[in-house]
């Protein structure tokens, strides 16, 4: 079996509201540069990663994926993953401008697609080819309900109508406002419309300084806050590990990692608490699987971000022994032969062969910004 192609793509798909924000960002669509692996056996794989939809640097993502690495995986066997992740990862000349950036989003999205390659042969979801069950629960908490542009009145009911109507027993509201008070106050609101019982998650998205996450970090216990989640600037270790020293309520972290060796400085200095690698900002499935070990092995829990919008972090959910919990935003449910399923506030195993990554032409017609350009 041989690779024969790359068909690079770039979808901007539109979120489910008009607009979001959190503190740091304001979006319209979501991206999803990637790459379509084809082979002699007639096997596609489906592999991207997450943006935000900026074409420019999308692009440099897809042009890396067709010429940077692609000379290096014609006539490849996709099946040996682990042998072509360490060529492509460690390849000398993008060793030398990368580990980290586009380079890695465009290896993280070949990986991606080499695994639901080997997941479609085998004839196997990906997350029983890793060796999981469909008896494990996989628990959903949603975060589309709690975006800092909402008015209070909105985030109150947003998240109310998460927990009554469609079952989800944790949300996660997004903090960081130039009033930190006035986050306390959703915070307040949101706890009391949702009741005691409902997990309550925040993220600052690495917007406060030090002393203003100490100091309003402080007040989080009042509302039994399950983690707070990128509290100041994303590569702050020293500042993350006394905050985790100082703080009642654990914090969360990972998206902003991009490599095993971050995630192992992290957990070494006791600077995280739940661990939230992304499969598609590492190099792919191959380096998440490692951080989760790595976690593993330090007895915390792995509750990944999902820059794919779930699809692929489903799998590795359900087949990681440290995995018990995942985030849910469809964003891109529209877009996939199987899209990700919440009910009742459990995911529900996926069926088809693959890693779940596979677009229906319907998406690439209607998002494909590549193709639409020509």
């Known amino acids: 079996m041989k690779i024969t192609q790359l068909e690079p793509f770039i979808l901007h798909a539109p979120v489910t509201r008009r607009q979001i924000a959190d503190s740091t960002h304001q979006l319209t669509h979501w991206g ?5 692996i084809r082979t002699d056996a007639g096997v596609s794989g489906y592999g991207y990663t997450g ?4 074409l420019p640097g999308d692009r440099l993502i897809t042009d890396c994926i067709a ?48 695994w639901d390659i080997k997941a479609k042969v085998a004839g196997l979801p990906l997350w029983q080819l890793l060796g999981g069950s469909a008896a494990k629960t996989i628990e959903g908490y949603n975060t589309d309900g709690g975006w800092l ?63 203003t996450a100490l100091t309003i970090g402080r007040r989080f216990a009042d509302y039994d806050i399950r983690w707070f989640e990128e509290p100041i600037w994303y590569d ?41 690698p992304d499969a598609v900002r590492l190099a792919g499935i191959t380096e998440w ?24 972090h489903l799998h590795l959910a359900i087949a990681h022994p440290a995995c018990h919990m ?17 009910i009742d506030g459990d995911f529900i195993p996926p069926q088809n062969p693959g890693a779940g990554t596979t677009l229906t032409e319907a998406a690439l017609e209607a998002y494909d910004v590549l193709r639409r350009s020509g």
């Open 326 to 342: 995942l985030e849910y935003i469809p964003w891109l449910n529209a877009c996939f032969e199987e899209p990700a399923t919440v």
């Open 51 to 54: 943006t935000h939809a900026y």
């Open 149 to 211: 542009n909402w008015s209070l009145d909105q985030l109150v009911d947003d998240c109310r109508a998460l927990v009554e109507t469609h079952g989800y027993r944790g949300v996660k509201i997004k903090v960081g406002s130039p009033d930190p008070y006035d986050d306390l106050q959703r915070i307040e609101a949101v706890r009391q419309a949702i009741g005691p019982r409902i997990k309550l998650m925040i993220d600052a998205n690495g917007r406060w300084d030090l002393t």
């Open 67 to 114: 010429h940077a690495y692609g000379p290096l995986l014609i006539d490849q066997n996709p099946l040996e993953i682990q042998h072509l992740w360490r060529r492509l990862y460690h390849y000398p000349p993008l060793q030398w401008i990368g580990r980290g950036g586009v380079t890695q989003l465009a290896l993280s999205a070949i990986d991606v697609a080499l």
């Open 289 to 312: 699987w490692q951080v989760a070990d790595l976690a593993l092995a330090h007895r915390l829990p792995v509750v990944s971000h999902i820059g794919d919008m779930v699809q692929v």
């Open 32 to 36: 999803a540069p990637g790459v379509i």
């Open 236 to 276: 702050d270790l020293d500042g993350h590990a006394a905050l985790a020293q100082k703080l009642a309520t654990p914090l969360a972290l990972g998206e902003q990692l991009y490599s095993l060796d971050d995630f192992r400085n992290f957990i070494r200095a006791g600077a995280v608490h739940y661990v939230q």
